[in-house]
């Protein structure tokens, strides 16, 4: 029995309660066609989306949406010739294009949080989870030594940090994705008595200066940042294996990028 489009997104938003300010939608298609290959991805690049067509997918899901804009925005882009090309892809590859972005936020746990958790094979030092943030025991590590732990599992070329290299931790907050600004961040030091946090991204005259002005002062404290993608694909990767139990019968792709930015 062929299953439709509208059937994949009522499984994707069943774990969490109905949202009424989402920016989760279907941004193309028609909910009643029959799925023949799903894609998952964090963001839907112009790359991925290719690479989705050539696959035979026709539902692509993504954490983040195509055109640059937290709430899809486009009269800012009209006329713009790259908006123009990506619009023209869509289009023409005839994927259907669903954005899961705050539903899986609100899975018992986070999806995405949950996901970069098990990436980093960290599920048996979880201490506690908030809707922002978990917290971690981990066993007694340097600053230098987590930094080789999350580039090695994550697949990535660095990490940056914030304090000193060589202090040793064990408490730690994860948070993902633009969760480590000031206000998410900064608290959990003192309300987690937290040695580290590792974080997504977050407004670097924020979180990064608090951590400096914390170790010239001379308390124990640092900060990882991960990058917001570096984060969050994990998330989305352990998606692409749920659909794979849900929908046994539908091929389930996860599309990854390479990293954006390069060091130099």
């Known amino acids: 029995m062929a299953i439709t489009i509208q059937q994949v997104l009522d499984q994707l938003t069943a774990p969490a309660p109905a949202l009424e300010n989402t920016v989760d939608r279907l941004l193309t298609g028609d909910p009643g066609d029959s799925v023949t290959g799903i894609g998952i991805t964090f963001m839907p690049t112009q790359q991925v989306i290719q690479h989705a067509a050539d696959l035979g997918v026709n539902l692509l899901i993504t954490h983040e949406g195509p055109y640059y804009s937290h709430h899809s925005q486009t009269d800012w882009l009209q006329g713009d010739s790259v908006y ?39 599920e048996d030092y979880i201490d ?70 590792i974080a997504g991204e977050g407004p670097e005259w924020e979180t990064p200066e608090y951590v400096r002005d914390s170790w010239q002062q001379g308390r124990s404290r640092a900060l990882i940042m991960l990058g917001h993608a570096e984060s969050e694909a994990p998330g989305m990767r352990a998606l692409a294996k749920r659909l794979e139990t ?10 990854e990028e390479q990293p954006l930015y390069q060091i130099v």
């Open 84 to 122: 123009a090309q990506k619009q023209g892809l869509i289009e023409a590859s005839g994927l259907a294009m669903f954005r899961l972005h705050d539903y899986i936020h609100k899975y018992e746990p986070d999806g995405i949080t949950a996901g970069l958790v098990q990436a980093l094979d960290w």
């Open 128 to 197: 506690r989870i908030h809707p922002a943030s978990t917290i971690l025991d981990l066993p007694d590590m340097t600053v230098a030594e987590i930094a080789d732990h999350l580039k090695l599992k994550l697949n990535v070329p660095y990490v940056r940090v914030a304090g000193d290299m060589t202090m040793r931790c064990r408490r730690t907050g994860l948070l993902v994705g633009y969760r480590g600004g000031g206000a998410n961040a900064i608290p959990l030091f003192a309300q987690e008595n937290l040695d580290l946090i």
């Open 246 to 255: 849900w929908f046994p019968a539908v091929p389930v792709h996860f599309l």
